[in-house]
C-alpha cells in the first residue's frame, strides 16, 4: 500500500511492482503527481508544477529514458538568468548572475562577471576565502548555507548572490538552510581543497556537461502522465480521492483506514510507504510510532505561481536572459523570481511563435509577509502584483490588454525546506520507522530534500527496503 500519489509515491509504487509487489495507491486529491503538473493556457500545454530538474545527476535522465521520454531532454538557453539587487534604478542594479559555482556561491571571486555584483570592499573579502583558515566550518556537525557562506566570502556575496538563489530554489533564506542537505559533498570538497571557492567549482565541475538544469520537449508533467500509465498498465490500482485517515497494525501487516465519498474503508496490507507530505506523515504514523510524535515539521510557507502568456515582442529581445532571480529588500517587488519560459526554452519559443512569451513569477517564501505579498489575496490581486513585477524586473512595460492568457496557481506548504538540524531529523525519523516495523517506508520531500532529483532517489530506496523486508519476511 502507497499512501500519497504525488511523484514520491508514484516512484515507490514503481519499484514496489517491480519487485513482484502488488500496489494500491491512495491520494486525497482528484489528481496524481504532487507539484508536478500541467494545464493548457493559451493553446499551450504548460507545466504549473516543477518545470525542470538537476542536472548534478543523472537520476532524471535515467527515468525518462526508461519512460520512453529520453529522446525529449533538452538544455535550457545558455543566456542564463538574471539578479535583480536592490537600488534606486531597478535597470541599473541588475545584472546577468554568474554560473560558474553552486547555489550562487562563486568558484573564482576574482572573475571579473563576480566583481559586477559586489563592491571593492565586497569583492576583496571575497578573495579572502583563498587564504583563511578553515576552522571548524568543515567538520562540525551542522552548519547553516548561510554561516558558511558568511565566514568565508564576506556578507555581500551571501546577500547579493547566494539569498536570490537560495530564495528562488528553496523559498527559504540561506542561514535557515543546513549547507549539507542542500549542496550535499560542499563541505568535505572544501576541507579537501581548502576554499569555498574551490569547492563549488569542483562540484560544479563534477557535474554532467551542460546546463545545470534540464527539462523536457512538452514540459516536465510528462513524467507523471508517463508513470501513471505505466503504473495502470502494470496492474497497480490507483485511487485518487481516497483520504487516509487512520494506520494501525494488524496480525498480519498493517490495516489502513480511508474515506471515500463518505465510506469509510479498512484496507488490509502486508507493508505501507507514507509518501504524504510531512506534517500528514507525522501524524498519521505518531500513534503506532510515538517516537515521532515530536517530529512534526513547523509550517512551510505557501507558494503561488501566475502564468501570463503575453504579446509583446519587444520581449523577443530576451532583456533579462532566461529570467530573474529576486534579493530580498527589492523596493516594490513582490515576486522571488521570474521565469520568462519562451526565452528558456527552445521548444516552447517555437510553439508559441514570434512576440508571444510566457512568464512565470513565484511568490512566497520563508520570512515573507502574506498580507505583503499578496498570497492571501484573491488571484486578481496577485495578477495585477505579476503585472507590476514583471514590468519592472524585464524593464518593458507590460499592460493588463497585452495578456492573452494568465493562470494562478497556488501550493499550500509544498516548498519544504532542509533547515538546520534537518539531517538529524532525518535520521531520527529513519530509526524510529525502521527501528520498529520493518513493513514500513517514509518518503517524500520533506525528508528527502527539494527537487525531483532527490524525490526519485529517496523513493527508490526506502521502496526497496520495504521490498527487502517483506521478501524477508516470506522466507
Known amino acids: 500500500m502507497v499512501i500519497g500519489g504525488g511523484m514520491a509515491g508514484l516512484l515507490a509504487a514503481r519499484t514496489l511492482l517491480a519487485r513482484g509487489i502488488r500496489v494500491t495507491l491512495l491520494e486525497h486529491s482528484d489528481r496524481f503527481g504532487g507539484t508536478v503538473d500541467a494545464r493548457m493556457l493559451g493553446g499551450l500545454y504548460l507545466d504549473s508544477g516543477a518545470e525542470s530538474f538537476s542536472t548534478r545527476s543523472a537520476t532524471v535522465p535515467a527515468l525518462a529514458a526508461e519512460l520512453g521520454l529520453g529522446e525529449r531532454i533538452v538544455t535550457p538557453d545558455a543566456s542564463g538568468a538574471w539578479v535583480q539587487l536592490p537600488g534606486k534604478d531597478l535597470r541599473a542594479s541588475a545584472r546577468p548572475l554568474p554560473s560558474s559555482g553552486v547555489l550562487g556561491i562563486p568558484a573564482d571571486p576574482s572573475d571579473p562577471a563576480i566583481g559586477a555584483l559586489l563592491s571593492r570592499a565586497g569583492s576583496l573579502r571575497a578573495a579572502l576565502d583563498r587564504v583563511l ?84 520537449e512538452g514540459g516536465i508533467a510528462q513524467l507523471r502522465d508517463r508513470l501513471v500509465a505505466e503504473l495502470r498498465t502494470d496492474g497497480a490500482d490507483l485511487r485518487t480521492r481516497e483520504q487516509v485517515t487512520g494506520l494501525a497494525r494488524s496480525s498480519t501487516g498493517w490495516l489502513v483506514t480511508t474515506e471515500h465519498s463518505g465510506l469509510t474503508r479498512r484496507l488490509p496490507a502486508d507493508g505501507v510507504v507514507v509518501a504524504t507530505e510531512g506534517r500528514a506523515a507525522v501524524e498519521l504514523l505518531a500513534p503506532v510510532l510515538p517516537a515521532l510524535s515530536g517530529e512534526r515539521p513547523d509550517p512551510v510557507p505557501g507558494v503561488a505561481l501566475v502564468t501570463l502568456i503575453v504579446d509583446i515582442p519587444e520581449l523577443d529581445a530576451r532583456p533579462r536572459g532566461t529570467g530573474v532571480l529576486v534579493a530580498r529588500g527589492v523596493e516594490g517587488i513582490a515576486a522571488k523570481a521570474l521565469t520568462h519560459s519562451t526565452a528558456k526554452w527552445a521548444w516552447l519559443r517555437d510553439q508559441a511563435g514570434p512576440g508571444s512569451h510566457v512568464l512565470r513569477l513565484s511568490f512566497g517564501r520563508v520570512g515573507d509577509d502574506p498580507e505583503d505579498v499578496g498570497i492571501g489575496s484573491p488571484d486578481d490581486v496577485l495578477f495585477r502584483h505579476a503585472l507590476a513585477d514583471a514590468s519592472a524586473l524585464l524593464g518593458v512595460p507590460i499592460e493588463a490588454s497585452d495578456v492573452l492568457d494568465h493562470d494562478v496557481v497556488r501550493w499550500a506548504g509544498a516548498l519544504p525546506h532542509a533547515a538546520v538540524g534537518h539531517r538529524e531529523r532525518v535520521a531520527r525519523i529513519r530509526s524510529a520507522v525502521t527501528g520498529q516495523a520493518t513493513s514500513l517506508a517514509v518518503t517524500g520531500g520533506w525528508l528527502a530534500g527539494t527537487g525531483l532529483v532527490a524525490v526519485i532517489e529517496d523513493a527508490r530506496a526506502r521502496a526497496e527496503e520495504l521490498a527487502d523486508a517483506l521478501a524477508h519476511a516470506r522466507v
Open 133 to 216: 583558515p578553515l576552522g571548524s566550518l568543515a567538520t562540525r556537525p551542522t552548519v547553516s548555507l548561510g554561516e558558511l557562506v558568511r565566514t568565508r566570502m564576506g556578507e555581500e556575496v551571501l546577500v547579493r548572490l547566494v539569498a536570490p538563489v537560495a530564495g528562488g530554489v528553496f523559498s527559504a533564506d540561506p542561514d535557515d538552510l543546513d549547507v549539507d542537505s542542500v549542496a550535499p559533498g560542499l563541505r568535505t570538497t572544501m576541507a579537501r581543497l581548502g576554499s569555498l571557492g574551490a569547492a563549488a567549482g569542483a562540484l560544479r565541475a563534477a557535474a554532467p556537461a551542460g546546463a545545470a538544469v534540464g527539462g523536457l
